[in-house]
């Protein structure tokens, strides 16, 4: 497998070709291993499924609790495990991003990352959260401490936390750096911001109110009796009324100024320590930075690039998250694009600033029964796919690969490009896909397109086919060319194997 790095906004390889990926988040959020084993069972079968769907990349996420059960004492054993599963993705061509994942900070506060030791929340004690798991980040006093006395590098047996936090991070790539189905490491999930996460959720609340009472773009009869009417509640969209704007105008207004006092003051110092850390064993492997828990709803991230001994880091990426507020419910077969796209839209304005690839870390959301969700997550695949963006989906689920979902998921795109690349796009309603590239001539390896079913026509190249699976899916597999080339594949009308 070739070391990937990143060049402007683009992801290349060694041979310098433009990648692509497509992916799935699978995570071990568990506290403790009795048996240091991963969680989820990855074996070829799982692999195979993936790659015959067209699928590349894993976010494959575990927790610091899981890594440094006790102070400076690592569970290697659980790391080897790890490193088998790497060692299988390398065999089936799927890169790994190793996320460290958390929510709510950790499992004594009933969520997962940070070790017991590590959860220091002064004279508060957790409780569980009531209605929605993310209670505890709006007004978890316990949570909110927590978090606080990590960006505060609060001091446990005369060490910091984030310290100690770093220095588990360079061991554990120390451990991987070397491996060739390394895409990079993602250093924290969805950080959050301690108690001005609660200050700032209470002022959503008021703020939210009042536009909802005042703003001349929301009927607020017409809102409040379709939520308090069941019937209605189940069956409308009772809440199209909040638009992308509606939302981006109340968050930005609720959470501007906190979220922007975090991102300079707190995270970005964090990341650039961890950074620091893991840049002294290793130039190998993408750095991510993401957006606090808070820009997963318009508010601005305003977190500056990574930087290691002072310099712009050279191989760093974005990693966006955003879900519609519907999801996690049975209405999420109305969750909005709209609002999707005003949160998206926010995260392309990151990237312009940030001038650096975006692969988009968390996404979709699975809507229970039925396919009236679907059009929802192909909106968005549709918009990843303009920006030239790509993904991992929450979550990896049992049977996932044989789901409805892959409907969406599994469809053609440019795995590997020799050149650089102007535009692609699958239509589904016409089994259409285009592809639009400056060829380099001069690169050593073809470009590989994935189409996951069989081709009735390929249009503006010479091709070979290269079967993956044994459902019909294939790689168009193109020599190196020369300047621009256009693309059209029609694939045969029909039922892929999903």
């Not at 048996?35 to 993936?50: A, T, V």
Request: with cysteine.
């Amino acid at each position: 497998m070739e070391r990937i790095v990143t060049e402007k906004r683009s992801f290349v390889d060694e041979y310098g070709r433009e990648r692509i990926f497509y992916g799935v988040n699978i995570v071990d959020k568990r506290k403790n291993s009795e048996d240091n084993k991963y969680e989820f069972n990855i074996d070829d079968k799982l692999l195979g499924d993936m790659s015959a769907r067209g699928l590349n990349l894993i976010r494959l996420g575990t927790t610091w609790s899981m890594i440094e059960p006790e102070p400076g004492k690592y569970n290697d054993e659980y790391l080897d495990d790890m490193y088998r599963i790497f060692d299988l993705c390398a065999a089936h061509g799927v890169y790994v991003l190793f996320d460290m994942h958390q929510d709510l900070y950790s499992p004594r506060c009933y969520g997962d990352g940070a070790p017991d030791w590590a959860t220091i929340t002064d004279p508060y004690k957790p409780k569980e959260p009531k209605l929605v798991w993310a209670a505890g980040y709006f007004w978890g006093k316990a949570t909110q401490r927590a978090f606080d006395n990590f960006w505060d590098n609060r001091e446990y047996n005369g060490k910091g936390l984030i310290d100690y936090f770093a220095a588990m991070w360079q061991h554990v790539a120390a451990r991987f750096a070397d491996h060739p189905a390394l895409f990079g490491f993602d250093m924290l999930n969805e950080p959050f911001l301690g108690s001005d996460g609660g200050k700032l959720f209470k002022k959503l609340v008021s703020t939210a109110v009042g536009t909802v009472v005042c703003d001349k773009r929301i009927k607020c009869f017409k809102l409040v009796g379709d939520f308090l009417n069941k019937k209605r509640r189940d069956e409308v969209k009772y809440l199209e009324q909040i638009t992308g704007d509606v939302l981006k105008d109340v968050t930005r207004k609720a959470g501007y100024d906190y979220v922007r006092k975090f991102d300079i003051e707190k995270y970005s110092p964090f990341i650039n320590k961890v950074s620091s850390a893991i840049r002294e064993v290793t130039d190998k492997g993408v750095l991510v930075m993401e957006n606090c828990y808070w820009s997963n709803t318009c508010i601005p991230c305003s977190t500056p690039a990574i930087e290691v001994n002072g310099e712009r880091e050279k191989n760093f990426c974005f990693t966006p998250h955003g879900y519609d507020f519907m999801v996690d419910t049975p209405q999420y077969k109305y969750a909005s694009n709209d609002r999707v796209r005003a949160i998206f839209e926010e995260h392309v304005r990151t990237q312009d600033r940030l001038d650096a690839p975006v692969l988009v870390g968390e996404w979709g959301g699975f809507g229970g029964e039925g396919e009236d969700w679907l059009p929802h997550i192909e909106f968005l695949v549709n918009f990843f796919e303009q920006h030239k963006w790509g993904f991992t989906y929450w979550h990896y689920v049992n049977d996932m690969f044989n789901s409805p979902l892959m409907k969406v998921l599994s469809r053609p795109y440019p795995m590997a490009v020799g050149g650089r690349l102007n535009s692609y796009g699958f239509d589904r309603s016409t089994q259409e896909f285009n592809l639009s590239f400056e060829g380099d001539g001069e690169c050593a390896a073809p470009t590989e397109i994935y189409i996951h079913k069989p081709a009735k026509t390929v249009e503006g190249c010479e091709y070979e086919l290269e079967p993956v699976g044994e459902n019909g899916a294939a790689k168009l597999i193109i020599k190196p060319v020369s300047g621009t080339v256009n693309i059209k594949t029609a694939l045969k009308i029909g039922r892929a194997h999903v």
